[in-house]
Nanobody, 117 residues
Framework: QVQLVESGGGLVQPGGSLSLSCAASGRVFTAMGWYRQAPGKGRELVAIIKDGGSTVYADSVRGRFTISRDNAKNTVYLQMNNLKPEDRAVYYC?????????????WGQGTLVTVSS
């Protein structure tokens, strides 16, 4: 059974920093990453990292957020610096496994990040 357990998040002032982590278990995962959903908006990609270490970032967070991964622990991290009010959202961990040649997406429960003074 696949489990994704997120931690981190909370309230921070604009310009501040927060760190998220997500420990995954139950499968071998290829890509792992973070998505977010702001109130009234759809879910959007924040950053992903593949098992080889290559990364993809949304334009809105590039240069401020850093994604990393510990393959031995099946854990993905998101370091968020210089946070802005528009970063406020529920952040979801995502992990991709492959079953019979088909990618399967797995999701965490979400963690709220609030950026406010």
């Amino acid at each position: 059974q696949v489990q994704l357990v997120e931690s981190g998040g909370g309230l921070v002032q604009p310009g501040g920093s927060l760190s998220l982590s997500c420990a995954a278990s139950g499968r071998v995962f290829t890509a792992m990453g973070w998505y977010r959903q702001a109130p009234g908006k759809g879910r959007e990609l924040v950053a992903i990292i593949k098992d080889g270490g290559s990364t993809v970032y949304a334009d809105s967070v590039r240069g401020r957020f850093t994604i990393s991964r510990d393959n031995a622990k099946n854990t993905v991290y998101l370091q968020m610096n210089n946070l802005k009010p528009e970063d406020r959202a529920v952040y979801y961990c995502n992990a991709v496994s492959v079953l019979n040649g088909i990618n399967q997406n797995h999701w965490g429960q979400g963690t709220l990040v609030t950026v406010s003074s």
